[in-house]
């Protein structure tokens, strides 16, 4: 099966060693899960307060996750877009969102997504293969906690944007 075999360049830069197998990379492919749970929570429990920004990043969490797992996972041709494309789509959201609720001085919404981010930011770096702290056969991959802790900052952003941003009808 074509989509199960290993493409030599995705994943290489993430520490955890490509094995062989249906996850090449089995942590990463794992924890990106994480983007999935938390864009089906800003989807589904947001309630009325829910707005065009929420729907945008709940989707583009789902997509993220979907993306990434793919990218880490079974590696199937088409996963380096579907990987990085989420990605920005989720980056531009994040910058609207900061944009409209900051205007309508709602900062302390964002400090602890933006401090939680921050922490993923560090895991992301600790987690690069050239880090000192890489350890390739680990359970424990820091590249795995960026995954936990960006989809948790999410959800903040998510619900930053929710009881401050722009209510549609």
């Given at each position: 099966m074509q989509a199960l075999l290993i493409s030599a360049g995705l994943g290489h830069t993430d520490?955890?060693?490509?094995?062989?197998?249906?996850?090449?990379q089995p942590v990463l492919a794992l924890t990106s899960v994480a983007y999935v749970a938390a864009g089906i929570l800003v989807l589904f429990f947001q309630g009325r307060a829910r707005t065009w920004l929420t729907w945008a990043v709940g989707l583009a969490l789902v997509g993220v996750g979907v993306g990434s797992f793919a990218y880490h996972g079974p590696q199937p041709s088409w996963a380096g877009l579907a990987h990085d494309l989420p990605i920005a789509v989720l980056a531009a959201v994040w910058v609207a969102g900061l944009a409209i609720t900051w205007r309508r001085h709602v900062r302390?919404?964002?400090?602890?997504?933006?401090?939680?981010?921050?922490?993923?930011?560090?895991?992301?770096v600790a987690g690069r293969s050239g880090s000192s702290l890489c350890r390739p056969d680990s359970l424990w991959q820091y590249h795995g906690a960026w995954h936990i802790l960006s989809a948790a900052a999410?959800?903040?952003?998510?619900?930053?944007?929710?009881?401050?941003?722009p209510k549609t009808a």
């Amino acid at each position: 099966m074509q989509a199960l075999l290993i493409s030599a360049g995705l994943g290489h830069t993430d520490c955890e060693r490509a094995v062989d197998g249906a996850l090449a990379q089995p942590v990463l492919a794992l924890t990106s899960v994480a983007y999935v749970a938390a864009g089906i929570l800003v989807l589904f429990f947001q309630g009325r307060a829910r707005t065009w920004l929420t729907w945008a990043v709940g989707l583009a969490l789902v997509g993220v996750g979907v993306g990434s797992f793919a990218y880490h996972g079974p590696q199937p041709s088409w996963a380096g877009l579907a990987h990085d494309l989420p990605i920005a789509v989720l980056a531009a959201v994040w910058v609207a969102g900061l944009a409209i609720t900051w205007r309508r001085h709602v900062r302390s919404a964002w400090v602890a997504p933006l401090l939680i981010c921050a922490l993923g930011l560090a895991a992301y770096v600790a987690g690069r293969s050239g880090s000192s702290l890489c350890r390739p056969d680990s359970l424990w991959q820091y590249h795995g906690a960026w995954h936990i802790l960006s989809a948790a900052a999410a959800l903040g952003v998510a619900r930053a944007i929710t009881t401050q941003g722009p209510k549609t009808a």
